[in-house]
């Protein structure tokens, strides 16, 4: 994180109690959780996370109150 300059936290679960919590069903798995922690989106395998799209969503939730 620290290399590529990311400013987003990342959390693991080494103990991997919240497989059973949020679901988990396979690797990889993205959970979007907004600023209440709230779980806003849930993505199963691989995605584009630089696609325009993608970007407008998170600067929507990133500009939420």
């Given at each position: 994180?620290?290399?590529?300059?990311?400013t987003?936290?990342?959390?693991?679960?080494?103990?991997?109690?919240?497989?059973?919590?949020?679901?988990?069903?396979?690797?990889?798995?993205?959970?979007?959780?907004?600023?209440?922690?709230?779980?806003?989106?849930?993505?199963?395998?691989?995605?584009?996370?630089?696609?325009?799209?993608?970007?407008?969503?998170?600067?929507?939730?990133?500009?939420?109150?």
């Open positions: 994180m620290k290399e590529n300059g990311y987003f936290p990342v959390y693991l679960n080494p103990d991997e109690s919240a497989a059973g919590i949020f679901g988990i069903t396979g690797v990889p798995e993205t959970f979007i959780i907004d600023k209440k922690g709230i779980l806003r989106n849930k993505v199963i395998g691989p995605a584009d996370w630089d696609s325009p799209r993608v970007i407008e969503s998170f600067q929507t939730l990133i500009n939420e109150p």
